[in-house]
């Protein structure tokens, strides 16, 4: 027997999955992760301990397997967007990696919105500037940390990174490129205008590779540290939504892609017809020649988890889930606002802050999850909106994330959306887009279709129930209001 390894670099763990040729996930191991908050509105992690973690986790794999080092083909990745690894003349970090959901260079997007102005960044770029993508952190350290920035020579994102570590050879994989605002999304080449216009040399931008092509082979180091063979093709990989789709068989448009984890993303596909106008982000897809538009929430996942940790923490999610699903929808008129810590779709605020907005003496533990619940789904319903409004068709959703993990959330996606949401028979996130990555990297499928059709196994269907979306349509229009009246509140 033959396998794949799809390594997923998320924000809280590293996750390592085996696949075979039938694309069953034979075993999976998962290390965990630490964040560094410094400073208000500052994450960052060390770059090593990814490096460290994703050896030990594909070691433990083989261990816990007992299969031997020649029955892996092939490597891919998946991994978290936008983090800022800034690398000296050797290749080494210099400083911490400034990540995703850092929200400390709100001046430095005013910056860039001031030099470029909007509507040419869209054109360069075919995004708009947001606190999390890796320009403006790059614009941070030139600001602030002069002496760092003067021994830069290139940057990686953290995917990247890994896999360089792995491999002795840098470059950059398209899809996670396109969340770093230096890249000309549609060209798939670093632009020139933004390059130029910040005093970033082409010799920083690393080389250019698409998500299945060869990396390269291991490092005779790597190889004794994961237990690998030196001769395992490294295939490139993707960013986290881009495979978190394919994982899904998400690469053609009629269908969407609704994620819940630590953040919340509402995708579609795209061939490339789309006219961004930076409601969305617009970014390569892990499908060679595809793209998609996405909208995110900075704090699904991480709301309810909040809630669990702070407020109810002698109750399990899934207790607290059970005791949302008694209270009627709509949770008797509680409603709950997700930005806890600022939010991109659609309000690209990084300084807004969550609210509950109507609580009543008879509310319960139950009326409150359940609000948050809504929240983070209605959310997700603004930027699937937006969406429609750019003229896109959603017939279905496939819901991912630890927000798929309960039935009760699944149903209401589907009333609160107005259409089936689909669940996976094996749900694995974004690992499995990059053990696909892999096998279809390594030959072992034509097209990546085919890959799709071995590898992704659908589960239940949720159908959307009318009355239940007539109330959560009422509730939804409610919360579109809170945004203009919080905002005024804000802290400066
Ligand atoms: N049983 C459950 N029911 C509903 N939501 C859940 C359940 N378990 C976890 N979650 C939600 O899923 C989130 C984690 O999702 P996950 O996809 O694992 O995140 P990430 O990959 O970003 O770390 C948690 O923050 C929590 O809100
Ligand atoms: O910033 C984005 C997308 O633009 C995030 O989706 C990150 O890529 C990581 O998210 P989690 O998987 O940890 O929720």
């Known amino acids: 027997m033959t396998y794949v390894i799809g390594v997923d670099l998320g924000t809280s763990a590293v996750k390592s999955l085996l696949v075979n040729r039938s694309g069953d996930v034979t075993a999976s191991v998962s290390k965990s992760l630490s964040v560094q908050q410094p400073a208000a509105g500052h994450s960052e992690q060390n770059p090593d301990e990814w490096v460290e973690q994703t050896k030990a986790s594909i070691q433990a794999l083989l261990e816990e397997t007992g299969i031997k080092a020649e029955e892996v083909e092939s490597l891919s990745f998946s991994g978290q967007m936008h983090g800022l690894v800034l690398l000296d003349e050797n290749g080494r970090p210099l400083r911490p990696a400034i990540l995703w959901n850092d929200t400390r260079t709100s001046e430095q997007c005013e910056t860039i919105r001031r030099t470029i102005g909007e509507n040419e960044l869209i054109e360069a770029t075919q995004n708009t500037v947001l606190e999390g993508f890796t320009l403006p952190k790059m614009l941070w350290v030139q600001e602030n940390e002069p002496e760092v920035w003067s021994r830069a020579a290139s940057f990686l994102l953290p995917k990247d990174y890994v896999r360089y570590r792995l491999t002795g050879s840098m470059q950059m994989e398209l899809s996670d490129a396109a969340g770093t605002l230096l890249l000309d999304v549609k060209g798939k080449t670093w632009s020139r205008t933004m390059q130029e216009g910040f005093n ?100 699904a996942g991480n709301s309810l988890q909040w809630v669990k940790d702070n ?182």
């Open 311 to 492: 407020l109810f923490f002698d109750e399990t999610i899934e207790q607290l889930v059970e005791r949302a699903s008694q209270v009627p929808a709509g949770a008797d008129h509680l409603l709950f606002t997700p930005f806890l810590t600022g939010e991109r779709t659609p309000y690209m605020d990084a300084g807004i802050r969550g609210s509950f907005i109507g609580l009543d003496i008879r509310h319960t533990r139950g009326h409150i999850v359940r609000a948050v619940m809504e929240g983070i789904t209605y959310s997700l319903k603004e930027s699937h909106e937006i969406i429609l409004q750019q003229g896109f068709q959603i017939d279905s959703l496939v819901s991912i994330g630890g927000g798929a993990k309960s039935s009760f959330w699944l149903q209401m996606q589907a009333d609160a959306f107005g259409c089936p949401v689909r669940k996976l028979a094996h749900e694995q996130g974004p690992g499995l887009g990059a053990a696909m990555l892999a096998a279809y990297g390594t030959g072992w499928f034509a097209t990546l279709e085919e890959c799709k059709k071995t590898f992704v196994k659908e589960g239940e269907t949720f159908n959307p129930d009318p009355d239940q979306s007539l109330i959560y349509e009422q509730s939804f229009q409610a919360y579109k209001k809170i945004y203009a009246q919080t905002s005024p509140l804000k802290r400066s």
């Open 200 to 299: 970033i040399s082409a010799s920083f931008c690393p080389p250019l590779i698409e998500s299945h092509e060869s990396a390269g082979t291991l490092t005779k180091e790597a190889a004794v540290q994961t237990g690998l063979h030196e001769g395992v093709n490294v295939i490139a990989g993707g960013a986290d939504n881009a495979c978190g789709a394919l994982g899904s068989g998400i690469t053609e448009p009629g269908e969407g892609l609704l994620s819940i984890g630590t953040s919340g993303v509402l995708l579609v596909p795209d061939h490339g017809e789309a006219v961004p106008d930076g409601r969305l982000h617009y970014f390569n897809h892990a499908s060679k020649d595809q793209y998609y538009y996405m909208g995110v929430t900075l704090s």
